[in-house]
Nanobody
Framework: QVQLVESGGGLVQAGGSLRLSCAVS????????MGWFRQAPGKEREFVAV??????YYADSVKGRFTISRDNAKNTVYLQMNSLKPDDTDVYYC????????????????????WGQGTQVTDSS
């Protein structure tokens, strides 16, 4: 069983930065493709970023401001968020899918098998 635990959320002013972390336990971390999603109250969970062997891919709304990275030695994936906007206020979730999976899309929730509990990012402006 794969377990994901997010951390790093909190209050941040518009224009500020935060780095989210997602620690993964269980099976071999390097064999999983990792993604970040976010969800506002009353809205569907939406894609933010995914890191694949070919690199990071981003939603248009965060491109140029957010960076996804991973440290396989630490079993951790990160989301560096810069130039934060009030619209970035959401609960952020990390997610994992086997790298060999052909099920679903990298850019939608149906493509992921495992999810963390989420971490809240709130605009304090």
């Amino acid at each position: 069983q794969v377990q994901l635990v997010e951390s790093g959320g909190g209050l941040v002013q518009a224009g500020g930065s935060l780095r989210l972390s997602c620690a993964v336990s269980g099976r071999t971390f390097s064999s999983y493709t990792m993604g970040w999603f976010r969800q506002a109250p009353g809205k569907e969970r939406e894609f933010v970023a995914v890191i694949r062997w070919s690199g990071g891919y981003y939603a248009d709304s965060v491109k140029g401001r957010f960076t996804i990275s991973r440290d396989n030695a630490k079993n951790t994936v990160y989301l560096q968020m810069n130039s934060l906007k009030p619209d970035d206020t959401d609960v952020y979730y990390c997610a994992a899918r086997p790298s060999t999976s052909y099920s679903g899309s990298y850019y939608s929730t149906d493509g992921y098998n495992y999810w963390g509990q989420g971490t809240q990012v709130t605009d304090s402006s």
